[in-house]
T-cell receptor
Framework: GAVVSQHPSWVICKSGTSVKIECRSL??????MFWYRQFPKQSLMLMAT?????????EQGVEKDKFLINHASLTLSTLTVTSAHPEDSSFYIC??????????????FGPGTRLTVL | SQQGEEDPQALSIQEGENATMNCSYK?????LQWYRQNSGRGLVHLIL?????REKHSGRLRVTLDTSKKSSSLLITASRAADTASYFC???????????FGQGTRLTINP
């Protein structure tokens, strides 16, 4: 099956710094990737849809200048949390659709990145 | 926005028993999917049911969909300790790629 990886799996940073999280599709090319955040014991909230070669589509209420998304290749999307604050601490998960499964809505998820901002 | 509501929010049963989780949603959908998440991990796709389907099976999983009531259920039969996880339903509308997740059910299987 399709495999999606994330790096790093966890990161601790100081308030005010920027953190980059990578999401890679390992055995398929993903024209579309998705970024979610998840608070403890809560559901996933879609932050943005990342489109290869074009601008990301952000969900309502998500600050695009704070959460920068770059989908520069068919296997890599990055999420940069700029000027991180403690309230940005969360579990960030990416997912991707395998275009070989056209018409099927299944998404393949990365293992997640736990961000802690001190 | 979170479209789905799931109940119960938490379920604890004995190993070998069946577990049933329910999901309700608000808008018309193209398909509904169920995912499992082990603590602190990513999500694993379990099963997808299309809007024109009423029931689907996969191993010990049975999913039903009632579009008139905008609800779905996930049944796990003969539960095992390894089934302990959070289970989420997610809906996809026609023409959209994104998924909208429900609040999830935390399932605990006691040995």
């Amino acid at each position: 099956g399709a495999v999606v990886s994330q790096h790093p799996s966890w990161v601790i940073c100081k308030s005010g710094t920027s953190v980059k999280i990578e999401c890679r599709s390992l055995d398929f090319q993903a024209t579309t990737m998705f970024w979610y955040r998840q608070f403890p014991k809560q559901s996933l909230m879609l932050m943005a849809t990342s489109n290869e070669g074009s601008k990301a589509t952000y969900e309502q209420g998500v600050e695009k200048d704070k959460f920068l998304i770059n989908h520069a290749s068919l296997t890599l999307s990055t999420l940069t949390v700029t000027s991180a604050h403690p309230e940005d601490s969360s579990f960030y998960i990416c997912s991707a659709r395998d275009p070989r499964l056209a018409g099927v809505g299944e998404q393949f998820f990365g293992p997640g990145t736990r961000l802690t901002v001190l | 926005s979170q479209q789905g509501e799931e109940d119960p929010q938490a379920l604890s049963i004995q190993e070998g028993e069946n577990a049933t989780m329910n999901c309700s949603y608000k808008t018309s959908i193209n398909n509904l999917q169920w995912y499992r998440q082990n603590s602190g991990r990513g999500l694993v796709h379990l099963i997808l049911i299309r809007s024109n389907e009423r029931e689907k099976h996969s191993g010990r999983l049975r999913v039903t969909l009632d579009t008139s009531k905008k609800s779905s259920s996930l049944l796990i039969t003969a539960s095992r300790a390894a089934d302990t996880a959070s289970y989420f339903c997610a809906t996809q509308t026609q023409g959209a790629q994104k998924l909208v997740f429900g609040q999830g059910t935390r399932l605990t299987i006691n040995p």
